[in-house]
C-alpha cells in the first residue's frame, strides 16, 4: 500500500472513532444516570437512549450493508429508531455500547481490508470510504444531539 492510502486509512480511522476537536460518542455516553437515559427534554422528540440506539442500528447497517449482499436493511424510518423512550434495563443500555463499539471495530478491519474506492457489487455506487465518512458523519451529528440533550438534562461536563 503507498504511504498516502495508509494516511488516508488512518485518518478516516481517526473519524470514525472521533474525538480530536470533538469529544467522542464515548465521551458524550459515558456515565449517564439511567434516570436520564429516556427523558425527552424541553419537546426534543428523542432520548439520550433512543439517539444511542439509532447510532447502533445505523452503523450496523452500513456495516453489513458493506459486506454482505444479501443482507436486508431496516425500514425507514420506522426500523432505524426505538420506539421506547428508554432502554429496559441496564443490560440492554449495556448491549446497545457494546455493540456500537464492536461494529466500529468491524468496520474499521473491513476499511483496512481492500479497496475503499471500489464499488461495492451489490451497491449502487456506494464504496467502502463513502459508507466510512457516512457513518463518521452520522455518528458525529448524533453525538452534538446526545451533548446537547446531556447539557439540557444539566449532566454535562
Do not use: C
Amino acid at each position: 500500500m503507498s504511504d498516502q492510502h495508509d494516511i488516508l486509512i488512518k485518518e478516516l480511522i481517526k473519524l470514525l472513532e472521533g474525538g480530536g476537536a470533538h469529544a467522542t460518542l464515548e465521551d458524550a455516553l459515558n456515565s449517564i444516570p439511567a434516570d436520564k437515559l429516556g427523558i425527552k427534554p424541553h419537546g426534543i422528540p428523542y432520548s439520550i437512549w433512543q439517539l444511542a440506539e439509532h447510532i447502533r442500528i445505523a452503523q450496523w447497517d452500513m456495516l453489513e450493508f458493506s459486506k454482505d449482499a444479501s443482507h436486508q436493511s431496516p425500514k425507514w424510518p420506522d426500523d432505524y429508531w426505538p420506539k421506547e423512550a428508554a432502554p429496559a434495563d441496564e443490560a440492554t443500555w449495556n448491549k446497545t455500547l457494546e455493540a456500537i463499539k464492536a461494529d466500529r471495530k468491524a468496520f474499521i478491519e473491513l476499511l483496512r481490508s481492500g479497496d475503499i474506492y471500489a464499488a461495492i457489487p451489490h451497491g449502487d455506487g456506494q464504496s467502502i470510504l463513502r459508507e466510512a465518512l457516512q457513518i463518521a458523519d452520522h455518528n458525529a451529528y448524533h453525538t452534538s444531539e446526545i451533548i446537547l440533550l446531556r447539557r439540557l438534562l444539566g449532566i454535562w461536563k
